[in-house]
Protein backbone atom coordinates (compact mmCIF):
# COMPACT_ATOMS: atom_id res chain seq x y z
CA UNK A 1 0.00 0.00 0.00
CA UNK A 2 3.07 2.08 0.85
CA UNK A 3 4.46 1.48 -2.13
CA UNK A 4 1.01 2.55 -4.51
CA UNK A 5 0.44 5.76 -2.37
CA UNK A 6 4.11 6.73 -3.35
CA UNK A 7 3.58 6.04 -7.25
CA UNK A 8 0.56 8.29 -7.29
CA UNK A 9 1.94 11.07 -5.41
CA UNK A 10 1.47 14.39 -6.97
CA UNK A 11 5.13 15.43 -6.95
CA UNK A 12 6.35 12.31 -8.07
CA UNK A 13 4.03 12.30 -10.70
CA UNK A 14 4.81 15.66 -11.68
CA UNK A 15 8.49 14.56 -11.56
CA UNK A 16 8.43 11.79 -13.96
CA UNK A 17 6.61 14.41 -16.15
CA UNK A 18 9.73 16.39 -16.04
CA UNK A 19 11.72 13.55 -16.93
CA UNK A 20 9.93 12.32 -19.51
CA UNK A 21 10.37 15.83 -21.29
CA UNK A 22 13.72 16.17 -20.68
CA UNK A 23 15.02 12.65 -21.39
CA UNK A 24 13.30 11.52 -24.52
CA UNK A 25 14.12 14.77 -26.40
CA UNK A 26 17.42 15.05 -24.94
CA UNK A 27 18.03 11.19 -26.56
CA UNK A 28 16.52 12.72 -29.75
CA UNK A 29 18.77 15.61 -30.45
CA UNK A 30 21.77 13.41 -28.85
CA UNK A 31 20.43 11.38 -31.72
CA UNK A 32 20.27 13.71 -34.02
CA UNK A 33 23.04 15.81 -33.56
CA UNK A 34 24.99 12.42 -33.67
CA UNK A 35 24.02 11.70 -37.19
CA UNK A 36 24.64 15.40 -38.34
CA UNK A 37 28.05 15.77 -36.68
CA UNK A 38 29.44 12.60 -38.15
CA UNK A 39 28.26 13.56 -41.98
CA UNK A 40 30.00 17.34 -41.05
CA UNK A 41 33.03 15.38 -39.53
CA UNK A 42 33.38 13.32 -42.79
CA UNK A 43 33.27 16.88 -45.08
CA UNK A 44 35.56 18.41 -42.61
CA UNK A 45 37.99 15.29 -43.13
CA UNK A 46 38.36 16.18 -46.99
CA UNK A 47 37.02 20.01 -46.77
CA UNK A 48 38.59 21.50 -43.26
CA UNK A 49 37.56 25.04 -44.65
CA UNK A 50 33.66 23.98 -44.23
CA UNK A 51 33.67 23.61 -40.59
CA UNK A 52 31.23 26.92 -39.80
CA UNK A 53 28.82 26.15 -41.91
CA UNK A 54 28.68 23.01 -41.43
CA UNK A 55 28.20 23.65 -37.72
CA UNK A 56 24.71 25.82 -38.02
CA UNK A 57 23.73 22.20 -39.67
CA UNK A 58 25.06 19.55 -36.98
CA UNK A 59 22.90 22.38 -34.42
CA UNK A 60 19.60 22.14 -35.85
CA UNK A 61 18.73 18.75 -34.15
CA UNK A 62 19.66 20.41 -30.64
CA UNK A 63 16.65 22.08 -29.93
CA UNK A 64 14.43 19.47 -29.14
CA UNK A 65 16.49 18.92 -25.96
CA UNK A 66 16.71 22.49 -24.81
CA UNK A 67 12.73 22.49 -25.65
CA UNK A 68 12.49 19.57 -23.03
CA UNK A 69 14.26 20.52 -20.40
CA UNK A 70 12.31 24.53 -20.85
CA UNK A 71 9.41 22.05 -19.77
CA UNK A 72 10.75 19.85 -17.66
CA UNK A 73 12.08 23.18 -15.22
CA UNK A 74 8.88 24.94 -15.64
CA UNK A 75 6.95 21.33 -14.54
CA UNK A 76 9.73 21.10 -11.53
CA UNK A 77 8.87 24.76 -10.48
CA UNK A 78 5.17 24.39 -9.91
CA UNK A 79 4.91 21.18 -8.54
CA UNK A 80 7.29 22.75 -6.06
CA UNK A 81 10.32 20.56 -6.35
CA UNK A 82 12.36 24.02 -7.68
CA UNK A 83 11.28 26.42 -5.66
CA UNK A 84 8.77 26.38 -2.73
CA UNK A 85 5.41 26.49 -4.65
CA UNK A 86 2.53 24.06 -3.36
CA UNK A 87 2.66 20.37 -3.82
CA UNK A 88 -0.24 19.06 -6.19
CA UNK A 89 -2.57 16.47 -5.67
CA UNK A 90 -2.13 13.37 -7.37
CA UNK A 91 -4.99 14.17 -10.33
CA UNK A 92 -2.62 17.62 -10.77
CA UNK A 93 0.31 15.31 -10.65
CA UNK A 94 -1.24 13.07 -13.38
CA UNK A 95 -2.08 16.23 -15.69
CA UNK A 96 1.71 17.32 -15.01
CA UNK A 97 3.03 14.02 -16.40
CA UNK A 98 0.64 14.36 -19.57
CA UNK A 99 1.87 18.07 -19.83
CA UNK A 100 5.33 16.58 -20.33
CA UNK A 101 4.79 13.86 -22.59
CA UNK A 102 3.91 15.88 -26.06
CA UNK A 103 7.85 17.22 -26.21
CA UNK A 104 9.19 14.06 -24.70
CA UNK A 105 8.06 11.69 -27.91
CA UNK A 106 7.79 14.57 -30.46
CA UNK A 107 11.10 15.59 -29.41
CA UNK A 108 12.81 12.41 -29.70
CA UNK A 109 11.60 11.43 -32.97
CA UNK A 110 11.91 14.83 -34.68
CA UNK A 111 15.45 15.56 -33.23
CA UNK A 112 16.28 11.84 -35.00
CA UNK A 113 14.68 12.75 -38.27
CA UNK A 114 15.80 16.10 -38.14
CA UNK A 115 19.34 14.82 -37.89
CA UNK A 116 18.83 12.86 -40.54
CA UNK A 117 17.25 15.62 -42.83
CA UNK A 118 20.51 18.06 -41.69
CA UNK A 119 23.21 14.91 -42.73
CA UNK A 120 21.29 14.96 -46.45
CA UNK A 121 22.22 18.83 -46.34
CA UNK A 122 25.65 17.96 -45.22
CA UNK A 123 25.65 16.26 -48.67
CA UNK A 124 24.53 19.80 -50.46
CA UNK A 125 27.06 21.81 -48.31
CA UNK A 126 29.82 19.31 -49.59
CA UNK A 127 29.30 19.84 -53.12
CA UNK A 128 27.89 23.04 -53.45
CA UNK A 129 28.21 25.32 -50.32
CA UNK A 130 26.38 28.81 -51.92
CA UNK A 131 23.21 26.43 -50.66
CA UNK A 132 23.91 26.48 -47.46
CA UNK A 133 20.38 28.36 -47.02
CA UNK A 134 17.95 25.58 -48.91
CA UNK A 135 19.91 22.73 -46.59
CA UNK A 136 19.28 24.90 -43.07
CA UNK A 137 15.23 25.17 -44.76
CA UNK A 138 14.95 21.24 -45.40
CA UNK A 139 16.31 20.69 -42.24
CA UNK A 140 14.41 23.37 -40.13
CA UNK A 141 10.60 22.26 -41.88
CA UNK A 142 11.10 19.40 -39.34
CA UNK A 143 11.79 21.92 -36.58
CA UNK A 144 8.07 22.70 -36.82
CA UNK A 145 6.76 19.73 -35.43
CA UNK A 146 9.15 19.69 -32.66
CA UNK A 147 7.83 23.49 -31.93
CA UNK A 148 4.16 22.37 -32.30
CA UNK A 149 5.17 19.51 -29.18
CA UNK A 150 6.61 22.19 -27.09
CA UNK A 151 3.33 24.41 -27.99
CA UNK A 152 1.52 21.71 -26.60
CA UNK A 153 3.28 20.59 -23.74
CA UNK A 154 3.25 24.15 -22.70
CA UNK A 155 -0.61 25.04 -23.38
CA UNK A 156 -1.02 21.84 -21.02
CA UNK A 157 1.76 23.04 -18.55
CA UNK A 158 0.09 26.82 -18.55
CA UNK A 159 -3.92 25.05 -17.69
CA UNK A 160 -2.85 23.27 -15.17
CA UNK A 161 -3.52 24.88 -11.43
CA UNK A 162 -1.98 23.91 -8.31
CA UNK A 163 -3.26 24.46 -4.76
CA UNK B 1 11.33 -1.98 -37.11
CA UNK B 2 14.55 -3.36 -38.28
CA UNK B 3 16.37 0.28 -39.41
CA UNK B 4 18.66 0.65 -42.24
CA UNK B 5 22.42 1.23 -41.20
CA UNK B 6 23.51 4.69 -41.88
CA UNK B 7 26.46 5.81 -42.75
CA UNK B 8 26.99 9.41 -42.43
CA UNK B 9 30.16 10.12 -42.23
CA UNK B 10 31.02 7.96 -45.01
CA UNK B 11 28.56 8.93 -47.31
CA UNK B 12 29.46 12.58 -46.37
CA UNK B 13 32.94 12.10 -47.23
CA UNK B 14 32.15 10.29 -50.71
CA UNK B 15 30.70 13.15 -51.36
CA UNK B 16 33.45 15.51 -51.27
CA UNK B 17 35.29 12.97 -53.14
CA UNK B 18 32.97 13.38 -56.14
CA UNK B 19 33.41 16.32 -56.73
CA UNK B 20 36.98 15.09 -58.23
CA UNK B 21 35.05 12.78 -60.51
CA UNK B 22 35.82 14.20 -63.97
CA UNK B 23 32.43 14.80 -65.75
CA UNK B 24 31.34 13.64 -69.22
CA UNK B 25 32.14 17.12 -70.80
CA UNK B 26 35.97 17.10 -69.24
CA UNK B 27 36.63 13.93 -70.70
CA UNK B 28 35.76 15.10 -73.74
CA UNK B 29 37.90 17.86 -73.81
CA UNK B 30 40.56 15.25 -72.68
CA UNK B 31 40.00 13.58 -76.01
CA UNK B 32 39.74 16.82 -77.74
CA UNK B 33 43.08 17.88 -76.69
CA UNK B 34 46.01 17.62 -79.12
CA UNK B 35 48.71 16.67 -76.73
CA UNK B 36 48.74 14.13 -73.99
CA UNK B 37 50.61 15.88 -72.06
CA UNK B 38 47.88 18.20 -71.22
CA UNK B 39 45.47 15.35 -70.60
CA UNK B 40 48.07 14.40 -67.62
CA UNK B 41 47.75 17.90 -66.91
CA UNK B 42 43.93 17.38 -66.32
CA UNK B 43 44.38 14.27 -64.52
CA UNK B 44 46.98 15.96 -61.52
CA UNK B 45 44.22 18.60 -61.82
CA UNK B 46 41.72 16.11 -60.38
CA UNK B 47 43.65 14.35 -57.79
CA UNK B 48 45.70 11.47 -59.98
CA UNK B 49 48.88 11.24 -57.70
CA UNK B 50 52.35 11.11 -59.70
CA UNK B 51 51.14 11.82 -62.83
CA UNK B 52 54.11 11.50 -65.21
CA UNK B 53 55.21 14.70 -67.22
CA UNK B 54 57.76 13.48 -69.29
CA UNK B 55 57.30 10.24 -70.21
CA UNK B 56 53.19 9.64 -71.11
CA UNK B 57 53.49 5.85 -71.33
CA UNK B 58 53.59 5.36 -67.63
CA UNK B 59 50.38 6.55 -67.13
CA UNK B 60 49.05 3.05 -66.37
CA UNK B 61 50.92 3.11 -62.98
CA UNK B 62 48.94 6.30 -61.63
CA UNK B 63 45.31 4.45 -63.15
CA UNK B 64 46.10 1.52 -60.87
CA UNK B 65 47.30 3.49 -58.04
CA UNK B 66 44.47 5.86 -57.97
CA UNK B 67 42.00 2.20 -58.22
CA UNK B 68 44.22 1.03 -55.28
CA UNK B 69 43.37 4.54 -53.78
CA UNK B 70 39.70 4.34 -54.30
CA UNK B 71 39.41 0.82 -52.82
CA UNK B 72 41.34 1.86 -50.18
CA UNK B 73 39.05 4.52 -48.85
CA UNK B 74 36.12 2.63 -49.54
CA UNK B 75 37.77 -0.14 -46.74
CA UNK B 76 38.74 2.37 -44.74
CA UNK B 77 35.25 3.86 -44.39
CA UNK B 78 33.34 0.77 -43.97
CA UNK B 79 35.80 -2.15 -42.97
CA UNK B 80 32.69 -4.54 -42.19
CA UNK B 81 31.45 -4.35 -45.19
CA UNK B 82 31.84 -7.01 -47.93
CA UNK B 83 30.63 -5.41 -51.17
CA UNK B 84 33.70 -4.21 -51.91
CA UNK B 85 34.54 -7.85 -52.88
CA UNK B 86 32.02 -7.80 -55.57
CA UNK B 87 34.32 -5.30 -57.61
CA UNK B 88 38.00 -7.11 -56.48
CA UNK B 89 36.89 -10.68 -57.97
CA UNK B 90 37.75 -9.72 -60.75
CA UNK B 91 41.05 -9.37 -60.11
CA UNK B 92 41.29 -12.71 -57.65
CA UNK B 93 40.17 -14.78 -60.77
CA UNK B 94 42.53 -12.69 -63.49
CA UNK B 95 45.49 -13.78 -61.11
CA UNK B 96 44.09 -17.38 -61.35
CA UNK B 97 43.73 -17.15 -65.25
CA UNK B 98 47.23 -16.12 -65.23
CA UNK B 99 48.93 -19.06 -62.39
CA UNK B 100 46.49 -22.36 -64.09
CA UNK B 101 48.14 -20.93 -67.40
CA UNK B 102 51.21 -20.57 -66.08
CA UNK B 103 51.35 -23.81 -65.11
CA UNK B 104 49.81 -25.72 -67.81
CA UNK B 105 51.61 -23.77 -70.66
CA UNK B 106 55.11 -23.45 -68.68
CA UNK B 107 55.44 -19.69 -69.97
CA UNK B 108 56.27 -17.01 -67.20
CA UNK B 109 53.22 -14.51 -66.90
CA UNK B 110 54.11 -12.25 -64.24
CA UNK B 111 53.61 -8.92 -65.95
CA UNK B 112 49.78 -10.27 -66.21
CA UNK B 113 49.18 -10.62 -62.46
CA UNK B 114 47.24 -8.01 -61.48
CA UNK B 115 47.16 -5.97 -57.72
CA UNK B 116 44.15 -5.69 -55.45
CA UNK B 117 42.18 -9.05 -55.57
CA UNK B 118 40.66 -10.18 -52.04
CA UNK B 119 43.44 -12.74 -51.99
CA UNK B 120 46.99 -12.38 -51.82
CA UNK B 121 48.35 -13.69 -55.10
CA UNK B 122 50.88 -15.69 -53.20
CA UNK B 123 48.05 -17.71 -51.41
CA UNK B 124 46.52 -18.33 -54.62
CA UNK B 125 49.65 -19.64 -55.84
CA UNK B 126 50.16 -21.94 -52.88
CA UNK B 127 46.69 -23.18 -53.00
CA UNK B 128 46.96 -24.43 -57.01
CA UNK B 129 50.13 -25.80 -56.26
CA UNK B 130 48.99 -28.19 -53.23
CA UNK B 131 46.11 -28.08 -54.96
CA UNK B 132 44.39 -27.82 -51.56
CA UNK B 133 41.25 -24.99 -51.63
CA UNK B 134 39.87 -25.28 -48.14
CA UNK B 135 41.47 -21.63 -47.54
CA UNK B 136 40.10 -20.21 -50.32
CA UNK B 137 36.29 -19.56 -51.14
CA UNK B 138 34.40 -22.58 -51.77
CA UNK B 139 33.40 -21.19 -55.13
CA UNK B 140 36.78 -20.19 -56.00
CA UNK B 141 37.92 -23.72 -55.24
CA UNK B 142 35.29 -25.15 -57.37
CA UNK B 143 35.81 -22.73 -60.09
CA UNK B 144 39.74 -24.01 -59.94
CA UNK B 145 38.93 -27.46 -60.00
CA UNK B 146 36.36 -27.22 -62.61
CA UNK B 147 38.94 -24.74 -65.26
CA UNK B 148 41.64 -28.12 -64.62
CA UNK B 149 38.93 -30.69 -65.09
CA UNK B 150 37.74 -29.44 -68.30
CA UNK B 151 41.17 -28.50 -69.58
CA UNK B 152 42.55 -32.03 -68.54
CA UNK B 153 39.92 -32.68 -71.05
CA UNK B 154 39.86 -30.43 -73.72
CA UNK B 155 43.60 -29.16 -73.73
CA UNK B 156 42.35 -25.47 -74.40
CA UNK B 157 43.57 -22.64 -72.44
CA UNK B 158 40.68 -21.12 -73.67
CA UNK B 159 38.13 -23.12 -70.98
CA UNK B 160 40.34 -22.28 -68.19
CA UNK B 161 39.04 -19.08 -69.36
CA UNK B 162 35.19 -19.56 -69.28
CA UNK B 163 35.38 -21.45 -66.41
CA UNK B 164 37.15 -19.59 -64.27
CA UNK B 165 34.98 -16.27 -65.60
CA UNK B 166 31.61 -18.16 -64.41
CA UNK B 167 33.18 -18.70 -61.36
CA UNK B 168 33.77 -14.97 -61.09
CA UNK B 169 30.08 -14.16 -61.72
CA UNK B 170 28.76 -16.92 -59.57
CA UNK B 171 31.17 -15.51 -56.58
CA UNK B 172 29.65 -11.66 -57.15
CA UNK B 173 25.97 -13.34 -57.37
CA UNK B 174 26.72 -14.96 -53.99
CA UNK B 175 28.31 -11.92 -52.27
CA UNK B 176 25.96 -9.90 -53.85
CA UNK B 177 23.10 -12.06 -51.86
CA UNK B 178 25.01 -12.25 -48.45
CA UNK B 179 24.78 -8.20 -48.49
CA UNK B 180 21.37 -8.21 -48.54
CA UNK B 181 21.68 -5.17 -50.07
CA UNK B 182 18.76 -4.43 -52.90
CA UNK B 183 21.39 -2.36 -54.67
CA UNK B 184 23.92 -4.16 -54.69
CA UNK B 185 22.08 -6.87 -55.86
CA UNK B 186 20.36 -4.76 -59.13
CA UNK B 187 24.17 -3.98 -60.11
CA UNK B 188 25.20 -7.26 -60.01
CA UNK B 189 22.33 -9.01 -61.57
CA UNK B 190 22.67 -6.42 -64.27
CA UNK B 191 25.99 -6.40 -64.40
CA UNK B 192 25.76 -10.64 -65.21
CA UNK B 193 22.41 -9.59 -67.37
CA UNK B 194 25.19 -7.66 -69.53
CA UNK B 195 27.41 -10.13 -69.62
CA UNK B 196 25.07 -12.57 -70.45
CA UNK B 197 23.76 -10.20 -73.65
CA UNK B 198 27.16 -9.31 -75.18
CA UNK B 199 28.02 -13.30 -74.93
CA UNK B 200 25.23 -13.98 -76.78
CA UNK B 201 25.14 -11.40 -79.66
CA UNK B 202 28.79 -11.94 -79.76
CA UNK B 203 28.44 -16.07 -80.58
CA UNK B 204 25.58 -15.61 -82.82
CA UNK B 205 27.60 -13.34 -84.56
CA UNK B 206 30.28 -16.28 -84.90
CA UNK B 207 27.29 -18.58 -85.68
CA UNK B 208 28.32 -21.00 -83.11
CA UNK B 209 25.53 -23.00 -82.04
CA UNK B 210 23.50 -22.65 -78.42
CA UNK B 211 25.57 -25.06 -76.71
CA UNK B 212 28.69 -22.73 -77.20
CA UNK B 213 26.54 -20.11 -75.81
CA UNK B 214 25.65 -21.84 -72.31
CA UNK B 215 29.43 -22.53 -72.11
CA UNK B 216 29.94 -18.64 -71.60
CA UNK B 217 26.45 -18.16 -69.34
CA UNK B 218 27.36 -16.96 -66.37
CA UNK B 219 24.65 -17.18 -63.44
CA UNK B 220 23.71 -14.69 -61.52
CA UNK B 221 21.43 -12.64 -63.89
CA UNK B 222 18.15 -11.71 -64.05
CA UNK B 223 17.08 -13.60 -67.53
CA UNK B 224 17.16 -17.04 -67.57
CA UNK B 225 19.12 -19.44 -69.80
CA UNK B 226 15.91 -20.09 -71.36
CA UNK B 227 14.93 -17.28 -72.81
CA UNK B 228 18.54 -16.87 -74.16
CA UNK B 229 17.51 -20.30 -75.68
CA UNK B 230 14.17 -19.18 -77.39
CA UNK B 231 16.16 -15.90 -78.57
CA UNK B 232 18.92 -18.23 -80.23
CA UNK B 233 16.51 -20.10 -82.21
CA UNK B 234 14.70 -16.68 -83.68
CA UNK B 235 15.72 -14.35 -86.39
CA UNK B 236 14.17 -11.73 -84.39
CA UNK B 237 15.70 -12.53 -80.61
CA UNK B 238 14.89 -8.74 -80.11
CA UNK B 239 10.72 -9.66 -79.45
CA UNK B 240 12.11 -12.36 -76.70
CA UNK B 241 14.16 -9.23 -75.02
CA UNK B 242 10.68 -7.35 -74.78
CA UNK B 243 9.35 -6.73 -71.31
CA UNK B 244 12.84 -6.87 -69.29
CA UNK B 245 15.08 -3.22 -68.45
CA UNK B 246 17.42 -4.63 -71.51
CA UNK B 247 14.80 -4.57 -74.76
CA UNK B 248 15.97 -1.03 -76.14
CA UNK B 249 19.56 -1.26 -75.48
CA UNK B 250 19.46 -4.86 -77.08
CA UNK B 251 17.36 -3.19 -80.09
CA UNK B 252 19.80 -0.59 -80.60
CA UNK B 253 23.15 -2.42 -79.84
CA UNK B 254 22.49 -5.25 -82.36
CA UNK B 255 22.03 -3.12 -84.81
CA UNK B 256 25.27 -1.09 -84.00
CA UNK B 257 28.38 -3.68 -83.08
CA UNK B 258 30.08 -4.67 -80.03
CA UNK B 259 31.73 -1.64 -79.58
CA UNK B 260 28.72 0.86 -79.49
CA UNK B 261 27.02 -2.17 -77.84
CA UNK B 262 29.83 -2.18 -74.75
CA UNK B 263 29.34 1.19 -74.78
CA UNK B 264 25.73 0.90 -74.20
CA UNK B 265 26.42 -1.72 -71.80
CA UNK B 266 28.73 0.49 -69.52
CA UNK B 267 26.08 4.06 -69.73
CA UNK B 268 23.43 1.51 -68.59
CA UNK B 269 24.98 0.62 -65.82
CA UNK B 270 25.98 3.96 -64.95
CA UNK B 271 22.35 5.16 -65.52
CA UNK B 272 21.27 2.51 -62.90
CA UNK B 273 23.93 3.33 -60.15
CA UNK B 274 23.10 6.92 -60.77
CA UNK B 275 19.86 6.37 -58.47
CA UNK B 276 22.68 6.50 -55.79
CA UNK B 277 23.67 10.36 -56.22
CA UNK B 278 20.24 11.03 -53.89
CA UNK B 279 20.80 8.85 -51.04
CA UNK B 280 21.79 11.05 -48.44
CA UNK B 281 22.67 8.07 -45.27
CA UNK B 282 22.93 4.42 -46.69
CA UNK B 283 25.82 2.36 -48.82
CA UNK B 284 24.32 3.45 -52.07
CA UNK B 285 26.43 5.84 -52.66
CA UNK B 286 29.71 4.51 -51.98
CA UNK B 287 29.32 1.60 -54.32
CA UNK B 288 28.20 4.21 -56.35
CA UNK B 289 31.58 5.67 -56.29
CA UNK B 290 33.21 3.10 -56.41
CA UNK B 291 31.68 1.94 -60.05
CA UNK B 292 32.13 5.82 -61.30
CA UNK B 293 35.78 5.43 -60.34
CA UNK B 294 36.15 2.14 -61.93
CA UNK B 295 34.55 3.44 -65.28
CA UNK B 296 36.19 6.97 -64.89
CA UNK B 297 39.94 5.01 -64.59
CA UNK B 298 38.45 3.01 -68.20
CA UNK B 299 37.54 5.91 -70.04
CA UNK B 300 40.82 7.59 -68.84
CA UNK B 301 42.86 4.18 -70.00
CA UNK B 302 40.86 4.33 -74.06
CA UNK B 303 41.66 7.93 -74.11
CA UNK B 304 45.50 8.07 -73.12
CA UNK B 305 45.89 4.87 -75.23
CA UNK B 306 44.21 6.34 -78.51
CA UNK B 307 45.91 9.21 -77.71
CA UNK B 308 48.86 7.48 -77.40
CA UNK B 309 47.92 5.86 -80.61
CA UNK B 310 46.95 9.41 -82.63
CA UNK B 311 43.37 8.01 -82.72
CA UNK B 312 41.28 11.15 -83.98
CA UNK B 313 39.21 12.99 -81.33
CA UNK B 314 35.41 12.31 -82.77
CA UNK B 315 36.72 8.75 -82.47
CA UNK B 316 37.82 8.78 -79.15
CA UNK B 317 35.29 10.62 -78.54
CA UNK B 318 32.46 7.96 -79.59
CA UNK B 319 34.09 5.52 -77.17
CA UNK B 320 34.01 8.29 -74.35
CA UNK B 321 32.03 6.06 -71.23
CA UNK B 322 28.97 8.24 -69.36
CA UNK B 323 30.35 9.63 -65.99
CA UNK B 324 28.69 9.84 -62.59
CA UNK B 325 28.75 13.49 -62.31
Sequence with gaps: MEFLSAISDGQFLAIAGAAIAALFAGMGSAKGTSIAGQAAAGVVTEDPGKFGQLLVLQLLPGTQG??????????????????GAAVPTAAQGFQLLAAGLPIGLVGYVSGIYQGKAAAAGVGIVAKKPEELGKAI???????????????VSFLAYNGITIG | ??????????????????????????????????????????????????????????????????????????????????????????NDYQNLKVL???????????????????????????????RNYTDLPKIMGEAIEEALELYSKTQSGQMIDIALDRGAFRQMAQSAKESENAF???????????????????????NKDFGA???????????????????????????????TRYDQIFEIGSEK???EFEKMCDDFIMDYVKSAKYIALTLEPLIAYLYAKESEIKTVRIILTSKLNQISSEIIKERVREAYV
Excluded at chain 2, 104 to 123: C, F, H, L, N, R
Excluded at chain 2, 187 to 200: E, G, H, P, Q, W
Excluded at chain 2, 221 to 238: E, Q, R, W
Aim: charged fraction near 25%; charge should be negative.
Design chain 1, 66 to 83: LYGFIIAFLILSKAGIIG
Design chain 2, 257 to 259: GFT
Design chain 2, 1 to 90: MAEEKIYPYAVARIRVLEKNLLSKQTLNQMADEKEIESCLRTLTEYGYDNVPEGNAREFEQVLSAELSKTYAVIRELVPEEKFINIFLYK
Design chain 2, 213 to 243: FMNVFVEGGDISSSVFFNAYGTDNPTDQFKG
Design chain 1, 137 to 151: TFAAIVETYALLGLL
Design chain 2, 100 to 130: LKEEVSGIDGTQYIVQGGTEPVEKLKQSILD
Design chain 2, 184 to 206: VIGYTARVCDLTNLKSFLRMRHM
